[in-house]
């Protein structure tokens, strides 16, 4: 979920002009704008196989065809949605309401609502953990995740944590990371035995809010407001590298075939493209101008392409306050992904 700060407020005053350049290059490029209804959004994901994105919005869920483009403007009503995760290859998945306090299980192929079940204060980010086959939903506010078997449509658990919750991952091992956005630092989440058994400081790192795990490498990278992404070592919990980003990030795009992530920046208004070849060679590839405002987005493993939620923005009303986007200009970036880019 996107906090809003005061320097954001100032950065939106001093760049309400800030526009997106569609100038192409040898690298990555945006290459088509998919218009969509008004309105706030928040984190999004592809389903491959499905070939549909994702998109948590303000009043439910968004879908869009990966191939065509057609829009589902509300596929699932909700409130205040803020994360989406699919329920392994069940053809479920499971979006948290903020405002309701309530996380929604519904079939992607449908919309069709399955339950509606009481999670914590502000659930933010879910995941589907394969190991126990639960999907866990972090609470932004009251710092605990909520358990959720998702074919028993039940809530089976909660695990207290501590702190402000931002987004979340998991390995193959049973273990869930969370970024606990006010401490700096990961918190390392058993599942299994449904309790923290440490934490990973971020040393480089002010208010981490986008993560992502290099399953290859065994890699977490947190992406932090204060313009860096730190990698660090999830069994050491010790540092690797930093990579310098645009400021006020919200998500870290993985993508495991290619080894590349991508880290949108809200304020700076680019997308940073970083190559992982390893522990020992990380660096960023390039840096593409797309618009501020832009802070997270998702991968379409099949075919590399990168979709990017975005609006033109408003001067907040009141300071603090999030800057409400500009009707009629919501819409979809596609960025797309050059044979080459890895290597």
């Not at 519904?106 to 609502?113: D, H, L, R």
């Not at 866990?136 to 358990?147: K, P, Q, R, V």
């Not at 449509?153 to 091992?173: A, K, N, Y």
């Amino acid at each position: 979920m996107f906090r809003l700060l005061p320097a954001i407020a100032v950065i939106v005053l001093a760049s309400a002009a800030c526009l997106a350049s569609d100038a192409a290059n040898d690298g990555f490029a945006i290459i088509k704008r998919i218009p969509g209804p008004d309105g706030n959004w928040d984190y999004a994901i592809a389903d491959a196989v499905g070939r549909r994105l994702y998109v948590a919005r303000d009043y439910g869920v968004m879908t869009v065809d990966l191939d065509t483009g057609a829009i589902v403007p509300q596929l699932v009503a909700g409130h205040g949605v803020h994360g989406i995760a699919a329920v392994g290859t069940t053809g479920l998945f499971v979006s948290t309401n903020g405002d309701s306090g309530t996380a929604t299980i519904f079939e992607g192929n449908t919309g069709k609502v399955l339950g509606n079940l009481k999670a914590g204060r502000q659930p933010d980010s879910v995941v589907f953990e394969p190991k126990s086959r639960l999907v866990i939903a972090f609470n932004h506010e009251s710092g605990d995740a909520t358990l959720i078997d998702p074919e028993a449509l039940r809530v089976v658990g909660t695990i207290p944590i501590g702190g402000t919750l931002e987004f979340s991952v998991v390995d193959l091992e049973g273990h869930a990371y969370v970024n606990i956005a006010n401490k700096n630092q990961i918190a390392v989440v058993d599942i299994q035995r449904r309790r923290v058994t440490g934490a990973i400081p971020l040393k480089a790192c002010q208010e981490p809010s986008g993560l992502a795990y290099d399953a290859r490498d065994r890699i977490l990278i947190a992406a932090c407001f204060n313009g860096v992404a730190e990698f660090v070592d999830p069994n050491t919990r010790r540092q690797i590298t930093t990579i310098n980003t645009g400021k006020f990030p919200d998500a870290v795009i993985w993508d495991p075939k290619r080894q590349l992530a991508f880290v949108p920046s809200f304020a700076d208004g680019d997308l940073t493209v970083i190559a992982v070849r390893g522990r020992g060679d990380i660096k960023a590839i390039q840096k593409l101008p797309t618009q501020m405002g832009t802070r997270t987005g998702a991968l379409d493993s099949t075919t590399g392409k990168i979709y990017l939620p975005t609006s033109k923005l408003k001067p907040p009303a009141k300071e603090g306050e999030y800057p409400a986007p500009v009707p009629g200009t919501f819409e979809i970036l596609v960025i797309n992904t050059p044979k080459d880019a890895a290597h």
